[in-house]
């Protein structure tokens, strides 16, 4: 490892790159979280320090917008987070415990190509489908989008876990007496728990932080978290948009950390 | 054998696809027996323990249980069970609890089933490591989990795939003496799969030797070494020296054969479902140990002259090669008995005897 890290920092001109990458994807981020404790209603001028922003988003004049807009985010973020990791693991099982079948190249690329896709093409596309079809736009359109696109985020950690973890352990389970439900209920579903709490994580902050897909199909009269904070600063950036964002990183952070970890930790499932 | 009929397959035939792995495969397991499946890797053997077992399905046939048909049957419905070659122990359960689970699954009271898994920690001795989870397990103690495990609810047979293969020599061959013990105090039938002829031999009441998906020769370690049916059989188990040979006359199974320099041997044809008629083309088969060096005071000449190859040093005995006249080699085995045995140096002219009653004869 020292040794790998000690020869790629031989490689002239490493330095200066990883300092721009850094910079470039974290200086705005930093700045945002510095200037949500700036005392000044400046955004660009420090004042000294202060909690008055976080305050502000609590008690504010527009507290009460906020506040609904992050229930609708938390509440459909957590609904599309358990559908989307039911028919993530479901489908995990079939691609990887199903054996070979027609079409399952065909399935694996389906499942896996709402990453691929541009956001701005499926979010048009569901748009015109919820429209066509005569779907009333609001609560329930958005929450049916999150699950959607949710899939193959929560899909990934889930198949990737699943593939390492030998077939025997479930027929072990049947030879004993189990039922398939019982089979995957006490024997894979705990080997397989790591896969899927990191899968429902990833998915629930796909879900919390998504705008373009939301933007397009809430419809008028209601937002979510990101849609809000967009509307708000299109009238101006205010501190209290910084306040906000902070708070949203440090949930997207904890989240991410903690599906890493048990990602990491649950590694090597009975490889005895 | 005058025992009851644990295991009957009859006319079994798995397809996957074009693909035969099995063809026509009946057998006869008997009750508290040691059946031994035993072949090289795609010989078919752990399909055919997965079709007991109930993983696989057969394509034709029939698979009978103690006279109750199976072979529609769920694996989760047959009272067999099976030990993995990977063990498969639970990882996130301990070791009762994993002992437990068969136990559970079939409904059997609580307080039963903690005695009866204290009963099987005992069996394979791991009493003191009940609440151990497997990963905290050596390969050995897991592999006496798998077993007490697979024997906690009281399956009518035991199928194990390959079970010592994980582990290293010395453990193997510990687990072999013990696992032979634990099947006596069970006193259940045992269907073992392994690829190794050693672990066969030892451990086996009876041995079926497979090879491309259909059964060679079924009998006991002593009828599988000393008389093998085939070709393949006298190849795969131990070392043979199979030379071409030539039916000279027979009587009943009783055979004159030429070998290779034109001398005549007595040979038993093994297989005794067919006959062969005169002339008909196979080879002699004699163990190396069957081989016997002749002296230069024994004055006279034996069936085989050859000279003589390398030397391989074994230690309780020495390989020496042979080569015959027609390029054929043979292989014998010199005992290392005494400190100063005298054996021909590579080059020499020797002549070969064979064993009076060891010869056999196998058709291709």
Redesign the interface.
């Known amino acids: 490892m020292s040794t790998a890290s000690a020869r790629i920092r031989a490689y002239p001109g490493f330095g200066i790159v990883a300092l721009l990458c850094l910079v470039l994807l974290y200086a705005p981020l930093l700045v945002v979280m510095v200037y949500s404790f700036n005392d000044s209603t400046s955004i660009t001028q420090w004042g000294g320090f202060s909690l008055r922003w976080y305050k502000e988003v609590f008690t504010g004049v527009e507290a009460a917008k906020f506040k609904v807009a992050a229930w609708n985010s938390i509440s459909i973020a957590l609904m599309a987070t358990i559908a989307a990791t039911t028919i993530a693991t479901s489908a995990a099982i079939g691609m990887t415990r199903g054996g070979l079948w027609r079409g399952k190249a065909a399935s694996f690329a389906l499942i896996n190509l709402p990453i691929m896709v541009p956001e701005i093409v499926t979010a048009v596309a569901t748009l015109i489908f919820f429209s066509a079809i005569g779907f009333k736009t609001g609560y329930l359109s958005i929450l049916l989008a999150h699950i959607v696109f949710c899939i193959p985020f929560a899909y990934l950690p889930i198949a990737a876990r699943l593939q390492g973890i030998n077939s025997s352990f479930e027929e072990a389970a049947i030879d004993l007496y189990a039922t398939r439900w019982q089979a995957f209920r006490y024997v894979l579903l705990p080997i397989l728990l790591p896969g899927v709490i990191s899968g429902a994580l990833l998915a629930f902050i796909i879900s919390l932080d998504d705008f373009i897909i939301t933007n397009f199909v809430k419809g008028a009269g209601i937002e979510t978290l990101p849609t809000a904070i967009f509307g708000a600063v299109k009238q101006g950036i205010k501190p209290n948009i910084m306040a906000i964002s902070s708070l949203m990183l440090l949930v997207s952070v904890v989240f991410v950390t903690v599906s890493w970890w048990i990602g990491r930790t649950g590694n090597k499932p009975g490889d005895t | 054998m005058g025992r009851g009929v644990a295991v009957a397959l009859s006319h079994v035939r798995k397809q996957y696809g074009s693909a035969t792995a099995l063809h026509d495969v009946s057998l006869t397991i008997h009750d508290k027996e040691f059946f031994t499946l035993l072949g090289p890797s795609g010989c078919g053997k752990t399909t055919l323990l997965r079709i007991i077992?109930?993983?696989e399905s057969v394509s034709d046939g029939t698979v009978q249980l103690h006279g109750k048909e199976i072979a529609d049957l769920?694996?989760?419905?047959r009272p067999?069970?099976?030990v993995?070659?990977?063990?498969?122990?639970?990882?996130?359960m301990s070791v009762t609890d994993n002992v437990l689970?068969?136990l559970q699954?079939?409904k059997v009271p609580a307080a039963k089933a903690r005695q009866r898994v204290k009963a099987m920690l005992e069996l394979v001795q791991l009493e003191d490591f009940a609440q151990r989870m497997?990963?905290q397990l050596s390969g050995g103690q897991?592999q006496r989990v798998a077993l007490a495990?697979?024997l906690a609810?009281e399956p009518e047979v035991l199928l194990l795939d390959e079970p010592l293969s994980a582990l290293d020599l010395k453990l193997r061959q510990a687990m072999r003496i013990e696992l032979k013990q634990i099947q006596e105090e069970a006193g259940i039938t045992f269907i073992f799969v392994t690829h190794d002829q050693e672990e066969a031999l030892t451990l086996s009441d009876r041995i079926a030797v497979m090879s491309a998906g259909a059964i060679q020769q079924v009998g006991t370690s002593h009828d599988i070494y000393e008389s093998p049916v085939n070709r393949f059989v006298a190849d795969f188990i131990g070392e043979s020296n199979l030379l071409e040979s030539r039916v000279l006359a027979h009587d009943k199974h009783q055979l004159t054969c030429a070998l290779p320099g034109g001398a005549e041997v007595q040979a038993q044809l093994s297989d005794t479902s067919i006959e062969l008629p005169v002339g008909s083309s196979g080879y002699v088969c004699v163990r190396p140990e069957k081989l016997r060096l002749l002296l230069a005071t024994d004055q006279r000449n034996g069936v085989l002259q050859g000279v003589v190859g390398r030397h391989i040093y074994l230690g309780t005995d020495t390989q020496l090669v042979v080569h015959l006249p027609d390029g054929q080699r043979v292989q014998l085995r010199c005992q290392n008995a005494q400190q100063n045995a005298q054996l021909p140096e590579p080059g020499e002219r020797v002549s070969l005897d064979i064993e009076p009653g060891s010869a056999r004869f196998v058709s291709h």
């Open positions: 077992a109930g993983f769920p694996a989760n419905a067999v069970n099976t993995f070659q990977q063990y498969s122990l639970f990882p996130h689970f068969g699954m079939r497997p990963a897991q495990r697979a609810p």
